[in-house]
Structures are given as structure tokens and as C-alpha cells.
């Protein structure tokens, strides 16, 4: 059965603070990973991953995806409070057609 | 440029009662996700559309849920009857084509079943 595990579930951090997010997957036909931020409302894009060791970065945030291993990681550095959200990891397999499989979150809370 | 529109925003329906949501994707945007979110939970994929042509259903629990996207815009997804389980937040979501992974969520409805 397919599966996308993330880790912590939850984080309290203080800003300035550096956090690493993981999410783990097991899939059929991997083809990438994605990331998103959900504040109170809906999730928005962040990143999305396909090749292994190529990190990418917007900002403060940064993703690298290590497809042997079967991992990604995401690093905020120097939290501020806006960060505060569930991050949500999602990868997409190709099985007949495309599909994808979300983790649960990881919820952070940045506090001032 | 306007965002994915979901409506209502909220919905209390007792339960064996039928429920409508209804979506309007992103102009231009041809593939349209349906998506259930529970608390605590990422988003499960119910029905995904590329136009009008509902190209995966099979997480749609069918003797109850029906989709439909007339036209290849606007989206309805419809409860009947309802059950104290269907309480979650349902989404719709919509991307450009070719970038699937691209996806733009709306707001979602949070359907309560009493």
C-alpha cells in the first residue's frame, strides 16, 4: 500500500529558530514530491521534487529529495510567526494514470 | 486573478440528507481535483477531471458520491444520502495543463452531519 509518512507531527519552535521537516514515502512508479503550506484555509505549492541531491530553494525555504533513500526534507531557516502552518508533503506515482498520495502534516508553530 | 471558488464555506446537514458542493476553478485550468480533508489528515483524492472527462474516480465511494463537471468548467459534487462519517472538509483544486503538480486549492467546504 502506498504511503507518505511525515515527521514530526507537530513543532513549536521560537523565531529565528532553523527547522528540518521529513517526509518519508513508499510508493508504486514514483515520479516527484511535493510540498505545501496550509494555513487555515487551503494548501498553496510549494516546491516540487523529481531528482535526487538537486536542492531547491525559495527564500527561506529549501527542499532536497534523496530518491535512494526514499526521503525529502524541508528546511526553514530564520522562522518567523508567518511561517506557523501545517506543511504537507504529497508524491506523485504513476499508476495507470497519476495519482497523489498526501501525508498527514507536520503542523509548526512559530512563536515570537 | 481569481483563486479556485468554493461554495458554501460551511454546511450542517442531519444525516440521509442530500448535500451539494460546487467549484469553479481557475480560468484556463483544465485538469479539477475533488479532494475530502479530515482533521488532522492530508487530503485524499476523490475525482480528478481533465475537462469534462472524469479520468480517476476510483477513491469516489460511488452508492453515494457523484461528481459531474459540465462543460469543462464548474464542478458539483453531490452527497446522497449523507453520513455522520462524510463530516470533513472537502476541496477542490484545479492546475494548469502539464503541471499537474501545480495544483491551486480553494477554500474548501466544511460539511458538518449531525
Known amino acids: 500500500e502506498d504511503k507518505v509518512v511525515q515527521s514530526p507531527l507537530s513543532l513549536v519552535v521560537h523565531e529565528g529558530d532553523t527547522v528540518t521537516l521529513n517526509c518519508s514515502y513508499e510508493?508504486?512508479?514514483?515520479?516527484?514530491l511535493l510540498w505545501y503550506k496550509q494555513e487555515k484555509k487551503a494548501p498553496t505549492f510549494l516546491f516540487m521534487l523529481t531528482s535526487s541531491g538537486i536542492e531547491k530553494k525559495s527564500g527561506r525555504l529549501s527542499s532536497i529529495l534523496d530518491k535512494k533513500e526514499l526521503f525529502s526534507i524541508l528546511n526553514i531557516t530564520a522562522t518567523q510567526t508567518g511561517d506557523s502552518a501545517v506543511y504537507l508533503c504529497a508524491v506523485e506515482a504513476i499508476q495507470g494514470t497519476y495519482k497523489y498520495i498526501f501525508g498527514t502534516g507536520t503542523r509548526l508553530k512559530v512563536l515570537a | 486573478e481569481a483563486g479556485v471558488v468554493q461554495s458554501p464555506r460551511y454546511k450542517i446537514i442531519e444525516k440521509k440528507q442530500p448535500v451539494a458542493f460546487w467549484c469553479n476553478p481557475i480560468s484556463g485550468h483544465n485538469t479539477l481535483y475533488w479532494y475530502l480533508q479530515n482533521l488532522g489528515q492530508g487530503p485524499e483524492l476523490l475525482i480528478r477531471y481533465e475537462n469534462e472527462e472524469a479520468v480517476d474516480d476510483s477513491q469516489l465511494p460511488k452508492d453515494r458520491f457523484s461528481a459531474e463537471r459540465l462543460k469543462g468548467v464548474d464542478s458539483t459534487l453531490k452527497i446522497q444520502p449523507a453520513e455522520l462519517g462524510d463530516s470533513a472538509v472537502y476541496l477542490c483544486a484545479s492546475s494548469p495543463t502539464g503541471r499537474s503538480y501545480e495544483q491551486y486549492f480553494g477554500p474548501g467546504t466544511r460539511l458538518t452531519v449531525t
Open positions: 510508493v508504486t512508479n514514483f515520479r516527484s
